[in-house]
């Protein structure tokens, strides 16, 4: 899968991503709205990891999705 497909279906990943992060809020998701930066950015806040980390996180979620 590729972000394309995320930001074109976000209302179907939100449930998924919060599975997977479960510290972003509902108000984070719809700040989001399927920005990838911004999806890094507020990891970044919630997890208090680096961009590098970040990346690539949500990288291998990509790729299980």
Same mark, same amino acid.
């Given at each position: 899968?590729?972000?394309?497909?995320?930001? @074109?279906?976000?209302?179907?990943?939100?449930?998924?991503?919060?599975?997977?992060? @479960?510290?972003?809020?509902?108000?984070?998701?719809?700040?989001?709205?399927?920005?990838?930066?911004?999806?890094?950015?507020?990891?970044?806040?919630?997890?208090?990891?680096?961009?590098?980390?970040?990346?690539?996180?949500?990288?291998?979620?990509?790729?299980?999705?």
């Amino acid at each position: 899968m590729n972000w394309n497909q995320v930001e @074109g279906n976000w209302e179907q990943f939100k449930g998924k991503l919060q599975e997977q992060w @479960g510290k972003l809020t509902n108000d984070d998701l719809d700040v989001i709205k399927g920005n990838r930066k911004q999806l890094a950015g507020r990891l970044q806040e919630r997890y208090g990891k680096a961009q590098d980390d970040v990346e690539r996180d949500i990288d291998g979620w990509l790729s299980r999705h």
